[in-house]
């Protein structure tokens, strides 16, 4: 079974701040790695990765993906109360055209 | 401008009562997706469609049924037989290489 597993599940940290945000997969057949930031209600787009090593940036955020480790990072420097939100990693199936979420990080920043 | 809508964006539903939910793309996408949204859950996918005529099930889908009988819309109906309906349901739709999803904003169904 496919699965993604995001961690931690919540955090809380103080404007400024610099975070760090993981994500493991396991799928049959990996097609590509996406991260999604949900505010209130429509999840909207930040990266997808498709490559190891190849770190992805804009502005505060930056991305990076391990093939090898199966895994993501996504990081935020100099964090401001706008970023808190949810953020939603998902990977892509080579070949069934869906996505597959994993369960979210609950992102706090307090002023 | 391109989109996707969902309505209604709130939904009450009475115990028993079958209640379906609107979701249409103007994107000229082929594939579209409802995905139910439970706190700590992130997204788990009931349905999606890739092409007109055409769905499968996901990973939950029992208690619901879908319809795709136009590229713009994929209408979800929450039965009777979904014994825990309370969620957010939001629609995606995907382009041909299914990079990433355009989203909806979402409908909030709860029972009463």
């Known amino acids: 079974e496919d699965k993604v597993v995001q961690s931690p599940l919540s955090l809380v940290v103080h404007e400024g701040d610099t975070v760090t945000l993981n994500c493991s997969y396991e799928?049959?057949?990996?097609?590509?790695l996406l991260w999604y930031k949900q505010e209130k209600k429509a999840p909207t787009f930040l990266f997808m990765l498709t490559s190891s090593g190849i770190e992805k940036k804009s502005g505060r955020l930056s991305s990076i993906l391990d093939k090898k480790e199966l895994f993501s990072i996504l990081n935020i420097t100099a964090t401001q109360t706008g970023d808190s939100a949810v953020y939603l990693c998902?990977?892509?199936?080579?070949?069934?055209?869906?996505?597959?979420f994993g369960q979210g990080t609950r992102l706090t920043i307090n002023p | 401008d391109g989109g996707i809508t969902q309505s209604p964006k709130y939904l009450f539903r009475k115990e028993g009562q079958n209640v379906t939910l609107s979701c249409e793309q103007n994107l000229n996408h082929d594939a579209m997706y409802w995905y139910r949204q439970d706190p700590g859950q992130g997204l788990r996918l009931i349905y999606y469609s890739q092409i007109v005529n055409d769905f499968q099930k996901g990973d939950i889908a029992e208690g619901y049924s879908v319809s795709r009988e136009k590229k713009e819309s994929f209408p979800l109906t929450v039965t009777s037989a979904q014994k825990n309906p309370t969620a957010f349901y939001l629609c995606?739709?995907?382009?041909?290489?299914?990079?990433?999803?355009?989203f909806g904003s979402g409908t909030r169904l709860t029972v009463v």
């Open positions: 995606a739709s995907g382009g041909q290489f299914n990079y990433g999803y355009t």
């Open positions: 799928v049959t057949n990996f097609r590509s």
């Open positions: 998902a990977v892509g199936i080579q070949g069934a055209q869906k996505l597959v």
